[in-house]
């Protein structure tokens, strides 16, 4: 059966192609983007949920995003939340970032007391290795030391000391590094200090009460549970939503406008072709559908080579930034999906309607 | 015989900066079912003009056009193309072809604009024999000679069995020998399916073909119609 629409597709070859590919540029910038925000975002809560613990314990003026802070509390407050009722474990950590073994920002490193942080929540698996021990004793997480090819014995040097690696723990569990709390502390020139505290609670229901608790005694300080630590990240971070939205909206954008300019010089030439189909008594919805058709279609194919360039961009990224997490997600899938057509059927629209209105003879004659 | 096309006082001014261009001056003419009827002229005298005006495809500044009976002269662009496809074949000297599509495919998107979307591929099969070239289905018009392309057109023009077929300068872009082949074709199609057919040329020898010649001058007809 004749299709027009398919047969100007395939004869105007360079035009279709590059309509396409603004398409599918179009939708990866979306789905890489978003998915690399939201990547990070979700790794970073991920991370801080999987400790185990159940309250973060902040100072005041303090981020719920860590790498942020450089507040530190005395270590002394230790002592009044272990006695706080409802709480079963406290664990005093020290946090620094490092910009050494690449990751997205840095590294964020804790200082940690070993046997207190298991006893806020036990999930530091260790793999490989042995516990922090010495005062140079270093663990990395599994990701981090396959990024740098990093082995036990390995020597880092951080803020001018020189750590052995002692273990390798498992990834996705608080920071990438550990070290000893009191080293770090040394190191930073803050004895006695803690950036924050890790809060166990007797039990899950007593969560929220205690958190209440700690507020009304520490008037000032801040409590961020760890259940909603994914969604306060979210909402702390100024305008993250706003940055999605911005990108979402220029991809879709420079994508209407490519597709209308090509829709627009495809009618112009095809001014001749407008004419004989008015020639034959097509009605103006026929030339509108005849247009638009071939802006959809063009979207339809540059939608596909989106997705799968958006997965190579994932594959390539995950293998050459290990440390960096691409998410792309069904919704947002069908999300960009939904905005490539609508750019692709806008940016037709005008075209089709102004071919539509030719006068048939003025179409005709035209050269 | 009843009238398939009429004019009345039929005229079409065309403005150009402050000069109105007479290109049809009170044109009066009947044309009767099955007859065939050629409008012979020197270039510029307003044949194609006419020939426009009577096939909906512009409109009259005077006057009136019926066909069938039904006034297109004051209908609007909508139902002037529902005419055009309904009752009206057009062929062209320029052969109008979709370079992109195949002689069937032509022929098709004719039927599609005219039935809706639906396809006879019996019917395609049977018009392409009748201008004889059923074994040139497949090509595209760059794979036809010109003779080929312009009898696609005719085909396209009478796919949807139209009440007139209106040709404007068909044997213009024709060399001699396929120009005789064309005209002849067209005379088989009025003698033998008795269809009602226009041609407008300026050539005296093919208006000699048809049955009743018209001539036009200066945007009037100035020999019987």
């Known amino acids: 059966m004749a299709n027009l629409a398919l047969a100007n597709l395939t004869k105007r070859k360079t035009r279709t192609l590059v309509s396409i590919m603004a398409v599918a540029i179009e939708i990866s910038l979306i789905l890489v983007l978003v998915g690399l925000t939201r990547g990070t975002l ?46 079963k474990a406290v664990s005093p950590v020290i946090t620094w970032v490092t910009k050494k073994l690449g990751g997205f920002g840095g590294n964020l490193i804790f200082g940690i007391d070993p046997q207190e942080f298991i006893n806020v929540g036990g999930r530091l698996e260790l793999l490989k290795g042995k516990p922090l021990q010495g005062e140079y004793d270093m663990l990395v997480d599994r990701r981090l030391a396959d990024a740098n090819n990093l082995q036990l014995n390995d020597q880092v040097e951080v803020l001018n000391r020189r750590f052995t690696i002692v273990g390798i723990c498992k990834a996705g569990v608080g920071a990438r590094i550990y070290v000893p709390l009191t080293t770090l502390q040394n190191t930073l020139n803050e004895p006695n200090r803690a950036s924050l505290f890790f ?25 961020q549970l760890s259940e909603t630590y994914a969604e306060d990240l979210a909402e702390s971070i100024q305008g993250i939503n ?61 939608i596909l080579c989106g997705y799968l360039l958006s997965l190579a961009t994932q594959a390539w990224m995950g293998k050459t930034y290990p440390l960096i997490n691409v998410i792309i997600t069904p919704s947002w899938i069908i999300l960009a999906g939904i905005l490539g057509l609508v750019s692709g059927f806008f940016g037709s629209l005008y075209p089709s309607y102004r071919a539509a209105r030719l006068d048939p003879l003025e179409a005709l004659n035209y050269e | ?9 039929l005229g079409k001014v065309y403005r150009v900066g402050k000069i109105d261009i007479h290109a049809v001056r009170r044109a009066n003419l009947r044309i009767k079912k099955g007859e065939f009827v050629s409008i012979v002229g020197p270039s510029g005298c307003g044949k194609s003009t006419l020939l426009h005006l009577m096939g909906g495809m512009a409109k009259p500044t005077t006057g009136r056009v019926f066909i069938e009976g039904i006034d297109i002269s004051k209908i609007g662009d909508s139902e002037r193309a529902k005419i055009r496809r309904e009752k009206i074949g057009f062929v062209f000297q320029r052969f109008n072809l979709f370079s992109v599509l195949s002689a069937q495919q032509n022929l098709e998107i004719a039927m599609q ?53 209106l040709a404007d300068e068909p044997t213009g872009n024709l060399d001699s020998a396929n120009s005789y082949k ?44």
Do not use: W
């Open chain 1, 42 to 87: 979700d790794e970073v809560a991920s991370r801080m949920q999987n400790i185990g613990a159940d309250i973060l314990f902040l100072p005041p003026g303090s981020s719920s995003i860590l790498s942020l802070n450089n507040y530190f509390m005395h270590i002394n407050l230790k002592e009044h939340l272990v006695t706080t009722e409802g709480v």
């Open chain 1, 199 to 223: 809060v166990k609670c007797h039990s899950p229901e007593l969560v929220g009460e205690v958190a209440s608790r700690l507020e009304k005694s520490f008037p000032g300080y801040k409590t």
């Open chain 1, 242 to 302: 706003q940055f999605i939205g911005a990108i979402t909206v220029i991809a879709i954008l420079v994508s209407f406008l490519v597709i209308l300019l090509a829709m627009y010089t495809t009618t112009i030439e095809r001014t001749r072709e407008i004419g004989i189909l008015k020639a034959l008594g097509a009605t103006k919805a026929y030339i509108v559908k005849t247009i638009v058709t071939e802006g959809i279609v063009l979207s339809m194919i540059g």
């Open chain 2, 1 to 9: 015989m009843s009238d398939i096309l009429r004019t009345e006082n």
């Open chain 2, 113 to 165: 604009i005219c039935h809706n979307g639906h396809v006879d591929h019996q019917r395609i099969k049977e018009i392409m024999s009748l201008v004889g070239l059923e074994n040139k289905l497949h090509h595209k018009p760059l794979e036809l000679s010109m003779g080929e392309q312009q009898r696609v057109a005719i085909a396209r023009a009478l796919i949807n069995n139209p009440v007139i077929i």
């Open chain 2, 182 to 225: 064309v005209l002849y074709l067209i005379k088989d199609l009025n003698r033998n399916l008795g269809q009602t057919i226009v041609l407008i040329t300026h050539n005296q020898e093919a208006s000699n073909i048809a049955d009743r010649k018209i001539g036009m001058k200066d945007g009037t007809i100035v020999a019987p119609s």
